[in-house]
């Protein structure tokens, strides 16, 4: 799994000197992607595909959670069933291990997973302004960041995940 690195850049003219130097230190082009406001000439960026356009990973991420909630429902309607009907004290423990572990699935989730999503720039980039969004592995992520940040013009917008697999 990698992480994908937002920032926000004022114009495209900023945005391609921060692609340059990412490609310098050795990022693939295939690993940076651009979305420009509405207006913007964004000619020589790496755009952004349609489905990173879309959001692809927090329609993922939503998925995840509604599968998880619907798991620990199910797992509590069954516990509710199986005391009412009084079954064996064993077989109270199946419900409720299902129940614990959406739980810790859930929680491990969302306290080790950074999140951020596309929505959270919208406003930005309607007022021109170019999103950059940079894939690269976990370990990479703080001198990619330093590196970005020698661009004072470059805000970061955070940090999220991407599976390169899923092409997210």
């Known amino acids: 799994m990698q992480r994908r690195l937002y920032f926000l850049l004022p ?3 900023h945005a391609s000197a921060v692609v340059q130097e990412l490609e310098q230190q050795g ?6 992607h651009a979305i420009a406001g509405q207006g913007v000439d964004s000619g020589e960026l790496p755009q952004a595909t ?9 329609r993922f991420e939503k998925v995840l959670w509604l599968a998880n ?3 620990f429902s199910m797992a509590l309607l069954l516990l509710i069933v199986m005391l009412l009907l009084q079954s ?16 810790l699935v859930g929680l491990g989730f969302t306290s080790r997973v950074p999140n951020v999503h596309l929505n959270e720039f919208r406003d930005a980039m ?7 969004m940079v894939d690269v592995p976990v370990k990479q992520v703080a001198r990619v960041e330093e590196m ?11 940090v999220g995940w991407n599976i390169a697999h899923l092409s997210m």
């Open 27 to 32: 990022i693939e082009r295939r690993h940076i």
């Open 88 to 103: 064996g004290w064993l077989w109270l423990l199946l419900p409720e291990g299902v129940m614990l572990v959406t739980f």
């Open 69 to 71: 909630l619907a798991a």
């Open 50 to 58: 349609l489905q990173q356009r879309g959001d692809t990973g927090a």
């Open 11 to 13: 114009d495209a003219l």
């Open 126 to 132: 309607r007022h021109a302004e170019v999103l950059l």
């Open 148 to 158: 970005v940040h020698r661009h004072p013009e470059a805000t970061v917008g955070g």
